[in-house]
């Protein structure tokens, strides 16, 4: 099945490390996704890797991937109150039948940082 | 306006009403897709439309009915809802990809609906 799975709430002191965890199941999936909601906003992009990379690097953003676990993770280094957000990630499926691709995302974790 | 936006924000209805959601993207996608958001469960892909035709719907009620009259506007007309219809409506565009491509979908703000 289609199914991509998260923990549901993570709380970290700000200044600390943030890690957010998503399984996925569809393994020829080209890219992954991770997407930040912040409140009353829809979702906006905030980075994706690449199938055949491992790990990608944007600033306080580290990606890791693993493929033969279908583990995707997403750190935030020096977390700020203003991470504060739901964080889904998501998976492109292909060759669904359709003329477009699209993506499965999961339930979303939010994240708490306490001052 | 620039992005995706959404109308209204906030949508309060009986069971019996007849409402419509609207979405107008300014980014010149040719993909268009809307999405339920409910606590603690994935977003729910509802319907997409490439160049203006529908080309996914995931088994969803027909009390909800899109309506994609041009690249650029998209509708989610509504009626006779249920109390477990209220959620957060999400719209996205996106350019349209084809298989195996990068698909960054933009998103809108939502609407937040509630079925008295």
């Known amino acids: 099945g289609e199914d991509v799975e998260q923990s549901l709430f993570l709380s970290v002191r700000e200044g600390d490390s943030s890690v957010i965890n998503c399984t996925y199941t569809d393994s020829s999936s080209t890219y992954l996704y991770w997407y930040k909601q912040e409140p009353g906003a829809g979702l906006q992009l905030l980075t994706y890797i690449f199938s055949n990379m491992d790990m990608k690097q944007d600033q306080r953003l580290t990606v890791l991937l693993n493929k033969k676990d279908k583990h995707l993770s997403l750190r935030i280094a020096d977390t700020q109150t203003g991470d504060s957000a739901i964080y889904f990630c998501?998976?492109?499926?292909?060759?669904?039948?359709?003329?477009?691709?699209?993506?499965?995302f999961g339930t979303g974790t939010l994240l708490a940082v306490q001052p | 306006e620039t992005g995706v936006t959404q109308t209204p924000r906030h949508l309060v209805m009986g069971m019996t009403n007849k409402k419509s959601l609207k979405c107008e993207q300014h980014?010149?996608?040719?993909?268009m897709y809307w999405y339920k958001q409910s606590a603690k469960k994935p977003l729910e892909l509802m319907f997409v439309?490439?160049?203006?035709?529908?080309?996914e719907n995931n088994s969803v009620p027909s009390r909800f009915s899109p309506e994609c009259p041009n690249s650029s506007h998209l509708f989610l007309h509504l009626h006779t809802l249920q109390p477990e219809d209220s959620a957060l409506y999400l719209c996205?565009?996106?350019?349209?990809?084809?298989?195996?491509?990068?698909?960054?979908?933009?998103f809108g703000p939502g609407t937040r609906l509630t079925v008295l």
């Open positions: 980014l010149g996608h040719n993909a």
């Open positions: 996205a565009s996106s350019q349209d990809p084809e298989t195996d491509s990068y698909n960054e979908q933009f």
């Open positions: 998501a998976e492109s499926l292909q060759n669904y039948g359709g003329a477009t691709n699209k993506l499965i």
């Open positions: 439309y490439s160049l203006e035709e529908r080309v």
